[in-house]
C-alpha cells in the first residue's frame, strides 16, 4: 500500500527529470525508525536533488517526519505492515517477508521507482531479498558485498571485496569481483584506475591456495579489459595499505578480515579511553590533546565508512550497519546517492557484459570516449 | 662441529638435573646476532635455571658472549658456518641448509640435548626442517602455529591457530587443533580449562563451510577427552572476546586475520601518533598523558606477544618474530622455557595419542591424578 502523505512530493516521472530517488528501508534497524529520519535530514541538507521513498509503519513515520520541516516535499512514506528482524533466517524471509518494509524498499529499485536502496536491516535477509526480486547480473555467478576500508593511501578508503555475499568463490569469480570492485571504486569513490590486489597470505607467485593461484592469472589477463591495474597478492596487513585501491578475497576469509579489523580497531580504542582515565595526569592529557583525539575518533570510526554495496545485482543496495544512528545512515544514503549520480549500475552491467563476450573486448577497448567507466 | 668456547658451561648430562636447556637459532633475524645475544642475557637474569646452545657463526658470536659477564657458564656455542635468509625457499633450506645455524638449532631438539628451539629466522623454512628433522607426532596429520592475541579477559592473551603452518584443514585437522591449542593454553599460559571457539562467519549452527560444521560436531564430542570446554563458533571480533581462550582455525583464514589485526593496530597507532602531533595543545597533552600511553602501547606491543609455536611435532619450536629486539627474543625464550619446564612435549604427545585410540579414552580421563595435562 503506497500512501501520498506529502502532495508536495513531486511524481516519479517528475522525479527523474535531474532528480536521484533512493529507497530507504526505515525499519530493522536498531535505533529504529527515528535513527533513519534523522540521517534523510542530514542527507537532504548535503544533497539538493535527492529525494526518498521511505518504507514502513506509517502510523510511527508519519510523525517523525513531520518533525521535520527540511523534509517537506522531498518524502514519499510507502506503508509496509511488517518487519525484518535481526534474528529472522533469510530463508524464511523470503517465504513469508513481502509485506515487510525491507521487501518494500527493494521492490522500489526493481519497478525503476528508485535509483538506488538503502537498509540497515538483517544482511542475510537484505541479500536474500535483493537476488530473489533483482536477481543476478547477466554473466555474474556469485555477487558480492564490498566494504571500505581506511587507507594510508591519497584517498581515505580502500575497497575490499567479498566480506560476506557467499562463503566460497573460485578463480572466475574473483576475476568478476575485480571487475566490480574496480568499476565500483571508479564511479562511487573516484580512482581513475584502481589498483587491485588479490589477498593471500603471502605475496610470491608460489603461495596460497590453487584457485588464487588460477585467479591471478586470470586477473592479471583483464586489467585492459577492466580498466584497473593489477599488484598481484596482498596480505592481511595490506588491507589499510596505500599500494592498493581494491582488495579481492572470498566472502569467508573477507567477513572474518573485515570483522578482525573492526574488533582491533576497538579493542585499541577502548584501552587507549582505559589508559586515559588511569591516571590525574593523563586526564589532564586528554583535556589538553581532546581535540585531535576527536580528529582521529573520526577518521577511525566505523559510522563514516558506513554503506556495504552489494554488486552484481540489476539494481544498487547499500547495507547500513545495524546501529548507524542519524551519521551513520546518512554515510550510507550519500554512498548510494553517488552511486545513483555517477550511472555506475550501468556502467557495472556493460562493463560484466563485456567480459562474459571476450570478443567484444577489443571494441570496447577501441571506444575511448573518455568515461572513467 | 660444535666447540666448548667456555668450560664453565655444564655439560648436557649435568644440564638436565633440573636445568632447562634451550636452543637458539641466533642468525637470520632482522636485527642480526647482538640482539639474539641481548635476548639471552636479559633471559639468564630472569630464570636462574635456564642455559643455552647458541647456533651461528663462532667469530660473530664469540666476541657478543665476551661481553656478556652474566651469561658466563650459561650458554655453549654451537658453530654453523651458513645462514637460512629470509627470501630463501623452504624447498631449497632442505636441499643445501644443513649448514645453517637453524637447521643445527633444530637438531639439538631432534638429538635430546635441548628441550625446546627458538628461532627468529623464515617461518617457512624453520617448518620445513622442523617437519623433516623433529617429525610429526604419531597421529598428527597436520602440524599448526600458534599465536597469542591481546584478550579482554582475565588472562592476558588469547590463542589462535593455525596461523600459517598449512593452507587447509579438514574437519579433523581442526579437531586436532582444538587439542593442541588447548593443551599449550594449559602448559603455556596456565589456562585451567580452555574455553574452544571455532572461527566462523557467524555464530549459528548453520553457518560457513561444510567442514565447519562437522568439525563443530567433532569438537564438541571430544570436550572431556580432551579437557577443554566449546563455546561453539566464534567471529572475527571475538578474537580478542573474553569468552574464549583458544580459536580454531584453518593455516590460511588464521594468516589472513593474524596479519589484518597486526596491521590494523599499527595503523591506529600510526593515527594516534600523528593525532598528538597535529597542534601545540595535543603535543602538551601527550606529555602529560605519556606515562599512560606508554603502558597503553606495552599492552599491544607485539613484542610482548612475541612467539608463534609450532605444535604438533615431535619437539617444541618457537618462532621469534624476524624484527625482534632483546625484548621480543627474551618474551620468546620464556615461551620456549615455561613449556618445556611444564613437560609439555610429553603431554601433548599422550593427548594427541589418547585421541587417535578413542578406546583408551575412558582409561585417560579415569586417571583423576590431578595434573593439569
Redesign the interface.
Known amino acids: 500500500m503506497s500512501s501520498e502523505l506529502d502532495p508536495a512530493f513531486k511524481t516519479v516521472s517528475q522525479a527523474t527529470a535531474g532528480r536521484i530517488v533512493i529507497s530507504v528501508d526505515a525499519m530493522g534497524g536498531d535505533r529504529g525508525p527515528a535513527a533513519v529520519v534523522a540521517g534523510l535530514a542530514l542527507s537532504v541538507a548535503e544533497h539538493p536533488d535527492i529525494d526518498f521513498l521511505l518504507h514502513g509503519s506509517e502510523s510511527e513515520l508519519a510523525p517523525l517526519l513531520a518533525r521535520r520541516p527540511g523534509l517537506k516535499g522531498r518524502v514519499r512514506l510507502v506503508h509496509a505492515e511488517d518487519v525484518v528482524r535481526m534474528e529472522d533466517k533469510p530463508s524464511q524471509v523470503l517465504r513469508t517477508g513481502s509485506k515487510t518494509s525491507m521487501w518494500s524498499t527493494i521492490e522500489a529499485v526493481r519497478a525503476g521507482e528508485a535509483m538506488a536502496a538503502v537498509s540497515c536491516g538483517n544482511t542475510g535477509a537484505l541479500m536474500a531479498i535483493s537476488m530473489i526480486r533483482l536477481r543476478k547480473l547477466p554473466g555474474v555467478n556469485r555477487p558480492a558485498i564490498a566494504c571500505l576500508w581506511?587507507s594510508?593511501g591519497p584517498k581515505p578508503f580502500n575497497v575490499m571485496l567479498d566480506v560476506?555475499a557467499d562463503?566460497?568463490a573460485d578463480a572466475p569469480d574473483l576475476l568478476q569481483y575485480a571487475l566490480m570492485g574496480a568499476s565500483y571504486a571508479r564511479n562511487g569513490l573516484g580512482y581513475a584506475r584502481p589498483r587491485i590486489g588479490l589477498?593471500n597470505?603471502g605475496t610470491e607467485d608460489h603461495k596460497?591456495?590453487a584457485e588464487l593461484r588460477q585467479a591471478q592469472e586470470l586477473i592479471s589477463s583483464a586489467t585492459e579489459a577492466g580498466n584497473f591495474d593489477f599488484v598481484g597478492f596482498v596480505?592481511?596487513?595490506?588491507?589499510?595499505s596505500a599500494k592498493v585501491d581494491v582488495i579481492v578475497?572470498d566472502?569467508?576469509?573477507g567477513?572474518?578480515?573485515?570483522?578482525?579489523?573492526?574488533?582491533?580497531?576497538?579493542?585499541?580504542?577502548?584501552?587507549?579511553r582505559e589508559?586515559?582515565r588511569?591516571?590525574v595526569?593523563?586526564k589532564?592529557?586528554?583535556?589538553?590533546?581532546?581535540?585531535?583525539?576527536k580528529?582521529?575518533q573520526q577518521?577511525?570510526d566505523p559510522r563514516r565508512v558506513n554503506g556495504g554495496v552489494f554488486l552484481g545485482l540489476n539494481g544498487t543496495v547499500v547495507k547500513s550497519h545495524g546501529s548507524a544512528d542519524s551519521t551513520g545512515v546518512a554515510a550510507a544514503i550519500t554512498l548510494a546517492y553517488k552511486l545513483a549520480r555517477s550511472g555506475f549500475q550501468e556502467r557495472l552491467a556493460q562493463r560484466v557484459a563485456s567480459l562474459a563476450q571476450p570478443t567484444q573486448d577489443d571494441g570496447q577497448s577501441n571506444n575511448k570516449n573518455g568515461n572513467t567507466e
Chains 1, 2 share one sequence.
Open positions: 581506511p594510508r560476506g562463503i566460497k589477498l597470505v596460497g591456495r596480505e592481511g596487513g595490506d588491507l589499510p578475497t566472502g569467508f576469509t567477513n572474518i578480515a573485515l570483522k578482525t579489523g573492526e574488533g582491533t580497531a576497538k579493542l585499541v580504542g577502548e584501552l587507549l589508559s586515559l588511569s591516571t595526569l593523563s589532564i592529557g586528554a583535556l589538553f590533546a581532546m581535540g585531535s583525539l580528529r582521529l577518521r577511525i
